[in-house]
């Protein structure tokens, strides 16, 4: 699977950071907007309501999440999306996800249940949502000593479930956390909207961050021989 990796984290795959340079906060490039939902509505990677208001608190589902991964990765411009639709019972053409959740599906960014149900309005949890989030970003092959090392420093690392481990490390690595005051990275809750801006704001900063890949001048033509 493809993995839209920057070139700070292909050398995260070979060499472990250390928790203290990874968790340096970073500051917004210029232009930027400093909070993260502002952040996020201006790069319209997610919208307010109707009524002009964002809700943090409000509980993110699934559906929600696949929408805002096409929007991030550009999921629809892979490969896999030009395969034949699939037939998810809970999803019909006229739900306003649907194709969204085709492309999630279809690019194994998400997965569906038995019965090739989807539960569009399930609620996320954190573990869920991250998870998901560094599947599409690439989850980083970490030896099991190093993501434990890496989840070792937050209080409630050990509820952090199994199949997730790796892929929460991987979101720590890259600085894309956000915890509670006692530096809980609370996987067991529900993710809010407030959290995935969050995400997705520390996500839009380094983009900002990546050097440009500089032109090579074109090399005129040679004079021809007389």
């Known amino acids: 699977m493809r993995r839209f990796l920057s ?6 795959l ?23 939902i502002q952040q996020v509505v201006a790069a319209k990677l997610m919208t307010n309501s109707p009524d002009g208001n964002f809700y ?8 929600e999440l696949a929408s805002i991964m096409v929007k991030v990765f550009k999921l629809d411009k892979r490969q896999a999306v030009s395969q034949e639709n699939l037939v998810i019972p809970d999803v019909p053409a006229s739900h306003w996800a649907f194709k969204d959740i085709q492309t999630v599906l279809k690019t194994d960014i998400m997965k569906g249940y038995r019965g090739n149900l989807f539960f569009p309005n399930q609620r996320v949890t954190r573990a869920e949502g991250l998870a998901i989030f560094a599947q599409a970003y690439g989850v980083f092959q970490f030896a099991d000593d190093t993501v434990n090392e890496t989840l070792a420093p937050y209080p409630d690392a050990a509820s952090v479930p199994n199949w997730a481990r790796k892929a929460i490390a991987t979101v720590i690595a890259e600085g894309f ?3 509670d005051a006692q530096n809980n990275i609370s996987p067991l809750r ?4 407030g959290d995935m801006a969050y995400v997705l704001s520390k996500y839009l900063q380094r983009q900002q961050q990546l050097p440009e890949t ?10 021809e021989s007389p």
């Open 14 to 36: 070979v060499q472990y950071i250390p928790l203290s340079v990874q968790a340096q906060v970073v500051k917004p490039a210029s232009g930027m907007p400093s909070d993260p």
């Open 56 to 63: 943090p608190e409000r509980m993110l589902n699934r559906a």
């Open 7 to 12: 070139t700070l984290s292909l050398v995260a």
């Open 177 to 179: 956390i956000n915890t």
């Open 190 to 193: 529900p993710m809010t909207r």
């Open 214 to 223: 500089p032109e090579v001048p074109s090399v005129p033509d040679s004079p």
